[in-house]
């Protein structure tokens, strides 16, 4: 489904020029579900960011299914990302002023859908990730579990084919990065939905069907393939 070929990407120029990508060549096949671990400054959000089109790279191609992501115009790019991918961070980036049903709606709205049939889908996901009878909820009226919650549901409220999750469990406790990472392994078994995460945490990582390890921009070994 996502197959990069030779993504170097580098930051700066002159002497303080750090080449964040080295070459990195993988494929994520459809229905799948990996993690990706690596030292700080390894490069791991950088791949995150330059696959899902969030960033470009300076050579290199990156395709999505017969998509050539690194071909498109960066309206193009845009779209498809609303249209066929959702996102999670670390930090939720949620909207405060906006309840969780309010904040899961959005990309809805912004790819045209009616509001009606928005806020229909929005309490389904928000039903689909644990958070029914919450709806109504600010994000300063949730705990940091029930907020990454909301992010997932606005990540998947549109069904999209691609999940890319920076650092989900980062900010969360043991008991709640348990619990989240299992709302990602039932997405990706029971909508189908491909998974990425990048992550520092051996345990979220185990999860995974695959797991990818990076030093200095590069993709140096890989485990799993009979984790499920």
Known sequence: MIRAIGITKAYGEGPSRYEALRGVDLEI????????????????????????????????????????????????????????????????????????????????????????????????????????????????ELSGGQNQ???????????????????PTGALDTKTAAQLMDLLLQINQEQQITVVIVTHDPKIAQATKRTLHMENGRIVSEDGGDRH
């Open 149 to 167: 919650r909301v992010s997932i549901a606005r990540a998947i409220v549109a069904r999209p084919k691609l999940l890319w999750a920076d650092e």
């Open 29 to 140: 096949a459809a229905g799948d579900i990996l993690s990706i671990m690596g030292p700080s400054g390894s490069g791991k959000t950088t791949l995150l960011q330059t696959l899902s089109g969030i960033d470009r790279p300076d050579k290199g191609e990156i395709w999505a299914g017969e998509t050539g992501l690194h071909l498109l115009n960066d309206n193009k790019l845009s779209d498809y990302r609303l249209h066929h991918m959702g996102f999670v961070f670390q930090s939720y980036h949620l909207i405060p002023v906006l309840s969780a049903l309010e904040n899961v709606e959005l990309p809805l709205i912004a790819s045209g859908t009616a509001a009606k049939q928005a806020a229909q889908l929005a309490r389904q996901a928000l039903h689909d990730v644990g958070l029914s009878g919450l709806e109504e909820r600010y994000p300063s």
